[in-house]
Nanobody, 127 residues
Framework: QVRLAESGGGLVQAGGSLRLSCAASGRFFDNYIMAWFRRAPGKEREFVAAISGTGGGIYDADSVKGRFTISRDNAKNTVYLQMNSLKPEDTAVYYC????????????????????WGQGTQVTVSS
């Protein structure tokens, strides 16, 4: 069983940066595909970025491409989301997710692929 705990959210002005962290408990962290999703008020959950177990494969959403970077440190059982050039439309609750899957495919962009979720961390970007 994997438990996920996000941190690093907060209030930032447009154009600013934040780094989210997601610490995972449990063993064999590198066997898990990790991802970030977000949900803005009144909107559906949205895929942000995903990373393979080794860190060698990455998918990210067009809306964050070039601004957000997902990474992981398997020695620390932690995945990160570096968010730069933040915009008000990035305001959302950001969730970390994990999927025990050896194969990193486009399914990693779907929330249905994940069976472990964190509680979420609020990111608010003011204009």
């Amino acid at each position: 069983q994997v438990r996920l705990a996000e941190s690093g959210g907060g209030l930032v002005q447009a154009g600013g940066s934040l780094r989210l962290s997601c610490a995972a408990s449990g063993r064999f962290f590198d066997n898990y595909i990790m991802a970030w999703f977000r949900r803005a008020p009144g909107k559906e959950r949205e895929f942000v970025a995903a990373i393979s177990g080794t860190g060698g494969g990455i998918y990210d959403a067009d809306s964050v491409k070039g601004r957000f970077t997902i990474s992981r440190d398997n020695a620390k059982n932690t995945v990160y989301l570096q968010m730069n050039s933040l915009k008000p439309e990035d305001t959302a609750v950001y969730y970390c997710a994990a999927a025990a899957d050896y194969y990193f495919t486009i399914r990693a962009m779907s929330g249905e692929h994940y069976d472990h979720w964190g509680q979420g961390t609020q990111v608010t970007v003011s204009s």
